[in-house]
């Protein structure tokens, strides 16, 4: 028989479970995972602690990317390809916004702006709100996923060459670069993400992907700006069909290349001011290569 | 018959305890297992991002919702724009609170009895009242009509189910391409930083903030109440990132009442700004200012013998209310919002005179007896204001903490007080100088708020709450002389949206 100790023991205890709920949950993370809660981040002088993150990933990521950061968040199911893409799976640790060579472990940096910067054509929306303490707390958190980084440094960012002046020749030899490398089979010859192999494009994973297209107003993935498109080429984007063409063209090439995606894009440019001038045409993917 | 022994009552305490704890441990399992970690779920819905995303609290909006806010309600990527949704998907969500709380009312005139009649008498005492009870319904709905142009639409009711349109406006954001160009027209709220309409506490005196609603005793200005949602205009400019944050509004002195029936032809101007600085570990602080300056009628034109004409008023008169905000943050678990305020309004308001129309704020009932039977007074030609009068003027400020031990649960502090630092005097206080405290309020307010699990999808939160309030001078007196009163109230609520 119980005594009344027993009952106001029994009644604290519940009340006090109920007020402090987290006390009694389960841990967010496997014992694996775990092991890793004592990963760091540095992004400039700001270090950032995975442990520090728990609090805010729950507020703000858990949704999509889950509690264990596999992508298998609670709204993952809504973002069903080609409409929507997957949030990404930490433990993966393949990541395709990055400053490094392809296969290799993006900078903390590169983590950061990814946070900071947002995905369009994506749910993942721009943090740039959170403090950079939070965002580098959050890089951090977001290392202790997977195992890769206990066994792997980054790779080293690549070297991007100074932007050379636009010209009518650059434009129309970025051209070439584009038929060359047969970027048109996949994002189409006007750039509007319709080439024939568009609709056949998976990621690593088995999951259908549709290439970027450079005419619906959209900001590339990656950023948007001269050097964050010349990076994609020579970076690739792991875990997709875009591969880094670091090996097939050269950093003057890809500059070329820059510059004939920009007429492409639905934002004014100088570039697509002298394409127009020009007269440019796109490419014949019918013609011999090298006249195309 | 017999009675209760003390085993008896022992064994029945014993036995409700344990039925009690019992209950407790079947809530407890059934929160603990709950999926965990809650928006206006249109939004949420929409965007597939938690409650917890866009507010510190629900309803309370933290940075990045705000800067979801600033931007018409848009994440600033492709999928803003309804096109993107599926055609199913309907941007409403209902929010209602069934409650029980306990009123307690520290000074009530009531009737005496003598041998069952009434004996002409009077006395004063306390009124305690409790019971279940239902808050007003809201329905939100809002979104991007396309993109960088979104509305929003909220119908509320009072409990009886009354209903009346308590926010409506169309927004054009990001006008050129720049956050600096955002419009917006209709009925809103303020740009107030500390949000009365995403207030955390429910009570009748703690669901509002005292600072935003302060009316010196016997003044007739109720168009300077900076929580009342307003009419008009207003533009409002943020850097990307929202740390910058400018608004100036122009609004109808109507303390948003339709139809021009209270005051037309008079207009108020409300700016503020912000600006947020990150400070590492502390978290983004945000420091700004506020001030809103405006007139309203004293004069209405009447007809009928006296009965004043809705939309007539005249004679202008003006009134301010400037003050400081800052929310700042001691890292991620504890929050601390600031507003202060100081307030002035016309002599002519100190009199009791601007509200002719005595509307209940949202078109309810209307003056309709000749002035003064019933009715404020009436700034009618040849009025003179009565002997000592002079302009009220007070300061206020409002204290609210915050301690969010998890996105789920977020315990809630909040003291204000509200200080007259000059009396309106003249017939307010029949003569002669009020005293220097008449009309002064106190009040805090504890509570928290516990959600039992959190998606993109609804919104259920355990809302437990508690506030007294002390004002001076105020009370009801069988002897002429002021008297302080004190409430009180507690409440215990679920509220919920889907």
Redesign the interface.
């Known amino acids: 028989m119980?005594t009344?100790l027993q009952?106001?023991t029994?009644?604290l205890s519940?009340?006090a479970?109920?007020?402090?709920?987290?006390a009694?949950?389960a841990q967010?993370t496997t014992s694996d995972i775990q092991t890793r809660i004592g990963a760091e981040s540095h992004v400039g002088n700001?270090t950032g602690h995975a442990k520090?993150a728990a609090?805010?990933y729950?507020?703000?990521c858990?949704?999509?990317h889950g509690?264990l950061g596999d992508g298998n968040g609670?709204?993952a199911p809504?973002?069903q390809p080609p409409?929507y893409q997957q949030p990404r799976d930490f433990q993966l640790g393949i990541f395709k916004c990055r400053s490094t060579p392809t296969g290799t472990l993006p900078t903390d940096q590169d983590l950061f702006d990814a946070i900071t910067r947002?995905?369009?054509?994506?749910?993942?929306?721009?943090?740039?709100?959170?403090?950079?303490?939070?965002r580098a707390d959050l890089v951090a958190w977001v290392k202790h996923f997977s195992p890769r980084w206990a066994n792997e440094k980054p790779g080293t960012p690549i070297t991007i060459p100074p932007e050379p002046e636009v010209t009518a020749e650059r434009i129309k030899a970025g051209r070439d670069v584009f038929a060359r490398v047969q970027c048109w089979k996949c994002h189409g010859v006007q750039g509007m993400a319709n080439g024939p192999s568009a609709s056949t494009l998976a990621d690593d994973l088995g999951r259908p992907i549709a290439p970027f297209n450079f005419t619906?107003?959209?900001?590339p993935k990656c950023g948007d700006t001269d050097q964050d498109i010349y990076r994609i080429f020579m970076t690739g984007l792991d875990g997709t069909p875009m591969p880094s063409f670091a090996d097939n063209i050269k950093p003057e090439e890809a500059w070329d290349l820059v510059f004939y995606l920009r007429t492409f894009m639905a934002q004014k440019s100088k570039e697509k001011e002298m394409a127009k001038q020009l007269a440019l045409k796109p490419v014949d993917p019918n013609a011999p290569v090298g006249q195309q | 018959m017999h009675g209760l022994s003390v085993s008896h009552l022992r064994k029945a305490f014993d036995s409700a305890t344990s039925t009690f704890s019992l209950a407790l441990v079947v809530a407890t399992v059934v929160l603990a297992c709950s999926p965990s970690a809650n928006a206006l779920p249109a939004f949420a819905r929409k965007y597939g991002l938690r409650c917890s995303a866009c507010h510190e609290s629900w309803p309370m909006l933290n940075y990045f919702g705000q800067k979801f806010k600033d931007n018409g309600y848009q994440l600033m990527n492709d999928r803003d724009a309804p096109i993107w949704q599926n055609p199913g998907y309907w941007p409403v969500v209902f929010r209602i609170t069934p409650i029980w709380h306990r009123v307690s009312v520290g000074k009530v005139q009531v009737d005496t009895y003598t041998g069952g009649a009434l004996d002409g008498g009077q006395a004063i005492q306390r009124i305690s009242s409790s019971g279940f009870d239902l808050s007003g319904l809201d329905f939100h709905t809002g979104g991007t009509l396309e993109k960088n142009i979104s509305f929003y639409l909220l119908p509320s009711s009072d409990p009886t189910g009354a209903f009346h349109f308590e926010q409506v406006f169309v927004r054009f954001d990001n006008i050129g391409h720049s956050p600096w160009f955002n419009f917006k027209l209709g009925r809103f709220e303020l740009d107030n930083l500390l949000s009365e309409k995403r207030i955390l506490t429910l009570t009748g005196n703690g669901g509002i903030y005292q600072t935003y609603h302060f009316i010196p005793v016997g003044d007739g200005n109720i168009f300077g109440q900076i929580g009342d949602n307003q009419l008009g205009i207003e533009y409002l400019g943020h850097s990307v990132d929202d740390r910058t944050r400018i608004s100036a509004s122009l609004v109808s002195s109507s303390d948003g009442n339709v139809n021009l029936s209270t005051t037309a032809n008079a207009y108020t101007a409300f700016i503020a700004g912000s600006q947020a600085f990150d400070l590492g570990r502390a978290g983004v602080q945000r420091i700004g200012f506020y001030a809103m300056a405006g007139e309203a009628s004293t004069y209405y034109l009447t007809s009928g013998g006296g009965v004043p004409i809705p939309g007539s008023g005249i004679a202008n008169k003006g009134f301010s209310r400037e003050g400081f905000v800052g929310q700042f943050y001691f890292g991620p678990h504890v929050g601390l919002t600031v507003v202060t305020q100081h307030g002035s309004d016309n002599v002519w308001f100190g009199q009791g005179y601007g509200n002719a129309e005595a509307t209940d704020g949202n078109g309810g009932t209307t003056c309709t007896s000749p002035i003064p039977n019933g009715c404020p007074p009436n700034n009618v030609p040849g009025t003179t204001l009565p002997a000592g009068s002079q302009a009220p003027s007070w300061n206020g400020v409002t204290f609210e903490g915050h301690y969010i031990y998890s996105p789920q649960l977020i315990f809630i502090g909040r003291y204000e007080a509200e200080r007259m630092s000059q009396q309106a005097n003249g017939d307010v206080c029949g003569g002669v100088a009020c005293p220097s405290n008449l009309g002064n309020i106190s009040t805090y307010t504890i509570g928290f708020r516990y959600n039992p699990f959190m998606t993109s999808r609804a919104g259920l939160a355990w809302h437990n709450e508690y506030n007294w309030l002390h004002q001076d001078g105020t009370g009801p007196s069988l002897n002429g002389l002021f008297t302080n009163i004190n409430t009180s109230e507690i409440l215990m609520g679920l509220d919920f949206d889907f």
């Open positions: 119980r009344r009952n106001w029994l009644l519940s009340a479970l109920l007020v402090f709920p987290s009694s949950s967010l700001i520090d609090l805010p729950r507020r703000y858990v949704g999509c509690p609670e709204n809504w973002m409409m947002g995905f369009d054509r994506s749910n993942m929306p721009q943090w740039n709100t959170l403090s950079k303490q939070e619906d107003g959209s900001r």
